[in-house]
């Protein structure tokens, strides 16, 4: 689950700048899955800027939302939203979020839809792959639209990348992003966060009246550690134009969710 995957195709590809975009109508259903393919809406900062520092962390507040699934297919099929810190070249990342994924059946009585809404974070040292995943153990249900503070930050004490949701770590890196044995490469390295659905027909979560919205953004400085607001160097990416919405207010402020024109 990279968005940073797709940033070296992005330096090609017509983007746009951190601006809003006219609201849709309500949403309509996800349809059958077709093929599989990672699709993004939402921001991430310009690798191609000129950096005042070079980034080695993500932060953003976070209203959970929720969002349809496709039909026809179980693995690799979910919708999701995250914070990231990913390098440039090599595909490796941090991320940590909220995720609703159909490898993840209901249990304790909960409705069967949403399917599995859990946190989650993901590590990789090596280009994408070597991953680590951590899933909450239990469906977070209760947390469909309540703010919560989602970050991923280098952490000198353990020399590792720490997911934290509000103040409790979830999980962290079994790799030092700096040390040579990873393939995270020279920075900058570059705040990302987004939606993302395994599969195109999947709902990005959020809909017109329950936007999934992030708020202080947030990225993490080399220099000294420290989490700065993240600056107006921030590109737009959204795979699905016809039918995801992506809305920017501020440099540090802006909501996704699925609508139709």
């Given at each position: 689950m990279r968005f940073e995957r797709a940033v070296v195709a992005l330096a090609l590809a017509a983007v746009?700048?951190?601006?809003?975009?006219?609201?849709?109508?309500?949403?309509?259903?996800?349809?059958?899955?077709?093929?599989?393919?990672n699709r993004f809406a939402g921001y991430y900062h310009n690798p191609d800027s000129v950096p005042t520092y070079t980034f080695e962390g993500a932060s953003s507040y976070l209203v959970p939302q929720v969002g349809n699934l496709c039909s026809g297919k179980t693995a690799g099929n979910f919708t999701n939203a995250w914070v990231m810190i990913g390098s440039r070249v090599s595909g490796s990342y941090a991320q940590v979020g909220y995720i609703i994924s159909a490898d993840h059946t209901a249990s304790g009585g909960q409705p069967a839809t949403p399917v599995g809404l859990r946190w989650f974070a993901q590590f990789s040292s090596q280009g994408g792959n070597n991953l680590r995943t951590w899933y909450s153990a239990n469906a977070q249900y209760d947390q469909v639209g309540v703010r919560h503070a989602f970050r991923v930050l280098y952490t000198p004490a353990c020399a590792c990348l720490r997911a934290t949701i509000d103040t409790?770590?979830?999980?962290?890196?079994?790799?030092?992003?700096?040390?040579?044995?990873?393939?995270?490469?020279?920075?900058?390295?570059?705040?990302?966060?987004?939606?993302?659905?395994?599969?195109?027909?999947?709902?990005?979560?959020?809909?017109?009246?329950?936007?999934?919205?992030?708020?202080?953004?947030?990225?993490?400085?080399?220099?000294?550690?420290?989490?700065?607001?993240?600056?107006?160097?921030?590109?737009?990416?959204?795979?699905?134009?016809?039918?995801?919405?992506?809305?920017?207010?501020?440099c540090d402020d802006f909501d996704i969710w699925t609508g139709v024109l």
């Open positions: 746009a700048t951190l601006a809003a975009i006219t609201s849709g109508t309500a949403a309509q259903a996800a349809g059958t899955c077709g093929a599989f393919g409790t770590n979830v999980a962290q890196s079994n790799f030092n992003p700096f040390s040579s044995s990873s393939l995270w490469g020279i920075g900058p390295w570059i705040p990302q966060f987004a939606g993302e659905v395994g599969y195109l027909n999947s709902d990005i979560t959020g809909s017109n009246a329950k936007r999934t919205r992030f708020t202080s953004l947030g990225a993490q400085r080399v220099a000294d550690d420290v989490l700065q607001p993240m600056t107006c160097t921030m590109l737009r990416k959204n795979d699905n134009t016809a039918r995801w919405k992506v809305e920017a207010s501020s």
